[in-house]
């Protein structure tokens, strides 16, 4: 009996400490579950029955946000969408004192976009939750390029061998940082 592929990564901070299993594991799971999708009828799983997700966003977002909120519903976590404007960030507190009143919650996993580089970073050694980073500043994105590296790979059934065609403004792009590990 084939033995289940166990993630090794506590955190997903960037591509680059990802291995090659490490990548098709997520690509093949996230096959699994777009099969869900896909259903006519129900289209919830409970593969995070009674897990708690927080969002932060401090970051405007559309594409990223709402994909993340309904991947974890359909999933069927529990979820807080932190308002950052509405917190006590305005009032002056800090990332990682925010973040400490929030681990007082017992999140699970925290999902974050923000515009410094390296803020999932500075969380990660502060919370008990895994971090998963949706984009910091012009450093990385690695949830888009798994994205951008599903999307090839459906495509063409392979990512070896694949030349790629990157465009764009490069300089400033956190997509571009993270496609190119």
């Given amino acids: 009996m084939p033995q289940t592929y166990r993630f090794p990564h506590r955190h997903l901070l960037g591509i680059e400490p990802l ?6 594991a997520i690509l093949d799971q996230a096959r699994a579950f ?6 006519p009828e129900i289209k919830i799983v409970p593969a995070l029955r009674k897990r708690l997700i927080v969002n932060l966003f401090f ?9 993340f909120e309904i991947a974890e519903k359909r999933l069927s976590a529990e979820i807080i969408n932190f308002d950052a ?5 305005s009032k002056g507190e800090t990332l990682v004192d925010t973040a400490l009143n929030l681990q007082a919650m017992h999140p699970d996993l925290i999902v974050m976009r923000h515009s410094a580089p390296g803020a999932h970073a500075l969380l990660a050694r502060h919370m008990k939750a895994s971090i998963v980073n949706a984009g910091d500043g012009a450093h990385e994105h690695p949830t888009q ?9 459906k495509r063409f059934g392979r990512l070896e061998g694949l030349k790629v065609a990157i ?3 490069v300089r400033h792009s956190r997509v571009v940082r993270s496609n190119l590990w």
């Fill in 167 to 169: 465009v764009g403004d």
């Fill in 34 to 39: 777009e099969e869900v999708c896909e259903r």
């Fill in 59 to 67: 970051e405007n977002s559309t594409r990223t946000r709402n994909s």
């Fill in 85 to 89: 404007d509405t917190s006590s960030l």
């Fill in 19 to 24: 291995s090659p299993q490490d990548i098709t």
């Fill in 145 to 153: 390029a798994l994205l951008d590296a599903y999307t090839l790979r």
